[in-house]
């Protein structure tokens, strides 16, 4: 069982509110994904971090901003939430290790911004 | 990356295999193939992976054809719970490649 924890499951939030939606994991994994998901869409990849104090931009763009300074915690947060914000975060983490092939996935955060 | 074509949709019933196809004409020789589900807006969940081989696991089998152009995912008995939708990628996976592009997938429906 994939040992990474999300929260808060779900947030309902009001427009230019701040928010941080944890991610965390207890498996040592050096690397850590966040991706968006719209209800019905596809996953797109928001941020990524292969280490600590590593973090980059994926392949949608994202007014999200990530953090690393712990091997095992890798938060997003939104500075101003927007109705656009609105969908769901999904947070993944695989072993650096070569060979390695699995990302692990957390339960995801339905984020809404009324 | 080399890009996947998958069906949108596919019907099985429930005890019958399940054969999900997809196409990655231009995939490279250092390229895996990954399968991954996602059951109702869950966290997806790591299938199999093959590069050359025909591979099985405890859920599936991954069938490569020999010019890898192609590629079945087989779930032998299928069961309501497989509802789901299955994404086949194909990827490098290593060092700062160790990232995935999910599709649209292909939404598998199994019925009674």
């Known amino acids: 069982e994939a040992d990474i924890y999300q929260t808060p499951r779900y947030l309902v939030i009001g427009t230019g509110k701040k928010i941080t939606l944890e991610c965390s994991q207890t498996?040592?994994?050096?690397?850590m994904y966040w991706y968006q998901q719209d209800p019905g869409m596809e996953l797109h990849l928001i941020h990524y971090s292969y280490g600590v104090n590593s973090t980059e931009k994926g392949d949608l763009s994202s007014e999200s901003t990530v953090s690393r300074i712990r091997t095992e915690h890798f938060p997003l947060t939104l500075e101003s939430a927007r109705p656009s914000h609105t969908s769901q975060y999904l947070c993944a983490s695989m072993a650096g290790t070569s060979g390695n092939h699995e990302q692990y996935f957390g339960p995801g955060t339905r984020l809404t911004v009324t | 990356d080399a890009k996947t074509t998958q069906p949108p949709s596919m019907d099985c019933a429930e005890g019958r295999a399940a054969n999900l196809p997809c196409n990655h004409s231009?995939?490279?020789?250092?390229?895996?193939v990954y399968w991954y589900r996602q059951i109702h807006s869950q966290g997806p969940q790591y299938i199999i992976h093959?590069?050359?081989n025909n591979e099985t696991n405890e859920m599936a089998s991954l069938i490569i054809t020999e010019d890898r152009k192609s590629s079945t995912l087989i779930l032998p008995h299928a069961t309501l719970r497989d509802t789901a939708v299955y994404y086949c990628?194909?990827?490098?996976?290593?060092?700062?490649?160790?990232?995935?592009?999910f599709g649209t997938g292909t939404r598998l429906q199994v019925t009674l």
């Open positions: 231009t995939i490279s020789g250092n390229e895996y």
């Open positions: 093959g590069l050359k």
């Open positions: 498996m040592g994994h050096d690397k």
């Open positions: 990628i194909v990827r490098v996976m290593s060092g700062t490649a160790s990232k995935l592009t």
